[in-house]
């Protein structure tokens, strides 16, 4: 059995990546073009300023010579290169400042620097060796790979020559009779000087767009190359993540069931020992010599709180570990948060302050794992306050009925640190020295065994805020 073909790209998939590749060649071709004219406009400007100092020093230097024989004075000519040689190097350059790469900015560069060569042509009597000028200045303008703007110089020239060497060709021939060739000839090297120039504009103008193609083809190619490390990199994420999940869901399983086992082996012979300790208390404290030394009741009471850890320890061991079934009734949340609030320890300078309405709509909720989420958010909340300060909390809900019902518990305490606030409802994960690091878990799967969501949000220095976001289902108006 032969091996199927790979499936080949659809013709609308191709279609797409041609117009793509089609777009991002004309992009770079009209991005490289820009660049060109840009340089040239800048080399232009150095130009015109350079030619308009070299007819200043013509005019002082030859042009009296040229026009006047060898008696050396100030010529008109001189004032002709400062302020009209000025005029003609000005315009182009404040074009080349103000709107550089444009099509009005090379055209009137080609006209002034055309000017430019009859002018030098003037200041130099008409010598054969300035009309070479002209020559070059066509060749510099074949630098912005634009044959109009070759056509708008050479039609200047053509209206130059015609105009003086028909009213004033002494300063185009450098004689007052020239022959009637003259303009036909000059005319002709430059059409042919054009004809060479507009063959190599085009000839550069192909190679550019070749190689935009080429750039365009290997930059798509690298992007797809990326796009593809991308997904790849994040797919590996995704994949890493969920391996790390399933190993924390097995330990945490594994947990669960040694917890449980624990839990249940150690709260027997846990009671046995508190009831023990209850009934020696009584009957030792009845004895002068025993309660006259300070450290028997020291001693009692410290193993009197020390049970006390041991049970709440594996109360929360067991509370992780089972899953007790929810037995689900109307609770006004009010009475539940005074409840809550009693129980939790206080704590001199921390008030603790109930706010939910009295009038708020009554949930559907499980009483009795609700009040225990209600005492480990308020519990963590008065021991989040620094010990120099005192604080206050507060318990606030609001919406219900139709809407979802949402339950803050906000402190203003020193706030959890940045690095912590993503783990803090991770299991056995904890920052205090006492603590089992399953308080957070529990209020966390509790409140999706609701059918909720919990957020947290906090500022070093300013406190944190619990919510509890509960939907309009549970939150509904109890019959």
């Known amino acids: 059995m032969s091996p199927s073909p790979s499936p080949s790209p659809s013709p609308t998939m191709e279609h797409v990546a041609g117009e793509q590749l089609e777009e991002r060649a004309a992009r770079l071709y009209s991005r490289h073009l820009e660049g060109v004219w840009r340089r040239v406009d800048r080399l232009f400007a150095r ?50 400042w103000l709107r550089p790469g444009t099509a009005l900015t090379r055209h009137v560069v080609a006209i002034s620097q055309l000017l430019w060569s009859a002018l030098l042509i003037h200041l130099t009597g008409g010598r054969i060796e300035t009309h070479f ?43 007052l009779s020239p022959e009637s060739w003259r303009l036909l000839e000059h005319f002709f090297w430059v059409v042919f000087i054009d004809l060479v120039l507009l063959f190599s504009c085009r000839g550069a103008l192909r190679e550019m767009r070749e190689m935009a193609e080429r750039r365009a083809v290997a930059e798509l190619a690298s992007e797809r190359e990326q796009q593809k490390t991308r997904e790849l990199d994040r797919a590996l994420t995704e994949l890493r993540d969920a391996q790390e999940h399933l190993i924390r869901v097995e330990k945490l399983a594994a947990v669960g069931q040694l917890a449980a086992g624990v839990g249940h082996e150690l709260r027997n012979p846990l009671a046995a020992v508190r009831n023990a300790h209850a009934y020696l208390s009584k009957r030792i404290s009845r004895l002068e010599e025993v309660t006259t030394d300070p450290r028997v009741p020291q001693f009692l009471s410290l193993m009197d709180r020390e049970l006390n850890t041991c049970g709440r320890i594996i109360s929360d061991l067991l509370d992780f570990a089972r899953e007790s079934p929810m037995s689900v009734q109307p609770c006004p949340l009010r009475p539940l948060v005074d409840e809550a609030v009693g129980v939790v320890p206080s704590r001199e300078g921390v008030r603790v302050l109930n706010e939910v309405p009295e009038d708020l709509p009554v949930p559907l909720l499980d009483r009795e794992q609700f009040r225990q989420v209600l005492i480990n958010l308020v519990q963590n909340a008065v021991e989040a306050m620094p010990a120099e300060r005192g604080g206050e909390v507060r318990v606030r809900a609001e919406g219900g009925d139709t809407t979802p019902l949402r339950v803050r518990v906000e402190d203003n305490g020193s706030g959890i640190p940045e690095d912590v606030l993503p783990r803090i409802f991770e299991p056995l994960f904890t920052t205090k020295s006492r603590g089992t690091g399953l308080g957070l878990a529990i209020v966390a799967t509790r409140v999706q065994r609701h059918g909720g969501t919990l957020h947290v949000t906090s500022e070093a220095g300013r406190g944190s805020e619990f919510l509890i976001q509960l939907p309009p289902s549970v939150a509904a108006q109890a019959a």
Do not use: C, N
């Open 47 to 96: 130009l015109m300023l350079g030619q308009w100092l070299f007819a200043i020093a013509i005019s002082l230097f030859f042009s009296p010579y040229a026009w006047e024989g060898k008696a050396r004075e100030v010529h008109v000519h001189v004032y002709a290169a400062l302020f009209l040689g000025g005029a003609l190097s000005a315009f182009p350059i404040a074009l080349v």
């Open 133 to 175: 000028h002209i020559f070059g200045s066509l060749a510099f303008l074949a630098f912005y790979r634009d044959w109009p703007v070759l056509l708008t110089a050479s039609a200047m020239v053509v209206a130059d020559h015609y105009l003086r060497g028909l009213y004033w060709p002494e300063s185009v021939y450098g004689t």
